[in-house]
């Protein structure tokens, strides 16, 4: 019973301080963007605050959470201040994915689960978008839902090929079959692909219709200010974090290096996505359309028979 008792602090401890860590991350995440972006565009970004701009992210959440909280007119009230809080929940149950090597809990099916849980943050997006009672949110929403959709299809299709390949349902199984090969190696045409599905799963630029501000001021969160604008600002760059943790999952055995070179690599996939957005224009919204179902979804299905066909031959064979 006492065994029990400590596990079950050890893992709330654990929790809290993957979360302490998982906010200050955010909040430097911004600050790299800012600065590289700046860089970028040749300027300097924050460099007032603190030494350099260091405190920069800081002075941003006083200045956004301390801001007057409204009541928007004929909106659905209890849903539309509670999805923004759910979103970032998502974002955290997410986390509780990460294979940590105290082996306090262990997820068997941990891939499954993601699959579960990245669908659900479309009924987010579309309930923030529809209580908010405005036609910019709802045009950006069904956006959301129609972007979202699609490329879950591709990004999914594309996990399928990588467990069909290492025979397991979790991270640790991928990982572990990676070891004398990596993915990314193996299959690079198929990291590819699998990175433009992130960039559109994440909504960043070039692929962030759903708040395309040239036609929609800000999309589905163009009512929220904020408490709930924070919220969903933390949730979309902490699910930045989180699928380059996943990426490097599929595609590398990184994980299993030391610390330092496993949060290396998720740094510089983060870092990847970030320069995609200083450097590459934005697309139309039909070729995005286009580039999904009749390039990626069709690159995908043929790598699935092909993949399929070299595994059976080699099983008759050997």
């Known amino acids: ?23 200050m991350g955010i909040a430097f995440l911004t600050l790299l963007e800012r600065k590289i972006l700046g860089y970028i565009q040749m300027r300097k970004g924050p460099n007032k605050v ?11 959440a006083i200045k956004l959470l301390t801001k007057e909280l409204f009541y928007v007119y004929k909106s659905n009230y209890y849903m539309f201040y509670l999805c923004p809080f759910l979103s970032f929940s998502l974002m955290l149950v997410m986390w509780l994915l990460f294979p940590y090597n105290t082996n306090i ?10 699959f579960i849980l990245m669908t659900l943050g479309g009924y987010l997006l579309i309930f923030m978008g529809w209580s908010s009672n405005s036609m910019y949110s709802i045009m950006g929403a069904i956006r959301s839902v129609s972007q979202m959709l699609s490329y ?12 069909f390949m290492g025979e397991g349902y979790s991270f640790m199984d991928l990982v572990k079959f990676q070891k004398n090969l990596w993915f990314m190696v193996a299959f690079y045409p198929l990291f590819l ?3 433009i599905s992130v960039m ?11 708040e395309g501000e040239s036609e929609l001021v800000s999309g589905f969160n163009v009512e929220y200010f904020s408490g709930g604008f924070t919220l969903i600002f933390l949730g979309e760059y902490g699910m930045i974090i989180f699928l380059s943790f996943v990426s490097m999952t599929l595609f590398t055995d990184l994980i299993l290096q030391s610390n330092f070179i496993s949060f290396f690599s998720i740094i510089i996939f983060s870092l990847m996505i970030i320069l995609m957005r200083g450097l590459l224009p934005r697309l139309r919204y039909d070729e995005l359309m286009y580039l999904c179902w009749k390039i990626i979804l069709p ?10 066909s070299v595994k059976f031959f080699l099983f008759i064979l050997l």
């Open 193 to 195: 692909i699998y990175f």
């Open 50 to 60: 603190g030494f350099s701009g260091l405190i920069q992210p800081f002075s941003d």
């Open 1 to 23: 019973m006492m065994n029990m008792y400590h596990m079950m602090v050890l893992n709330i401890v654990n929790l809290l301080i993957l979360l302490i860590i998982l906010l």
């Open 200 to 210: 559109a799963e994440l909504n960043r630029s070039p692929m962030d219709f759903i």
């Open 105 to 114: 809990y262990f997820l068997n099916y941990s891939i499954l689960l993601l």
């Open 152 to 163: 879950e299809v591709s990004f999914m299709l594309i996990m399928f090929v990588l467990m």
């Open 299 to 308: 690159f995908i299905l043929m790598y699935i028979i092909l993949i399929m």
